[in-house]
């Protein structure tokens, strides 16, 4: 694992604590798991584009994001 962060998703008046891990490997992707929803895996295009206008790339490596609990949905662009 490369690295683990955490965040935080409101639903309703409650907050329930994401973690947030990124592993890099050998081989060409960008794999979200955790349970997202249409909005999260379409972030793919909204994440490369931002990057690709602030002058980084993303490696020729495999990226995977995991949003744990797996068993939770994650939903809406606030988890871009």
């Not at 955490?6 to 992707?29: K, L, R, W, Y």
Request: aromatic share 8%; net charge positive.
């Amino acid at each position: 694992m490369l690295v683990k962060i955490f965040a935080s998703a409101v639903f309703g008046i409650e907050a329930t604590t994401i973690t947030i891990e990124v592993n890099v490997d050998q081989g060409i992707g960008y794999h979200l798991v955790g349970l997202p929803d249409n909005a999260i895996k379409e972030s793919n295009y909204r994440i490369a584009a931002a990057l690709k206008n602030n002058g980084y790339k993303l490696p020729g490596k495999k990226i995977t994001i995991n949003m744990a609990p797996a068993d939770m949905r994650k939903e809406g662009a606030a988890f871009d």
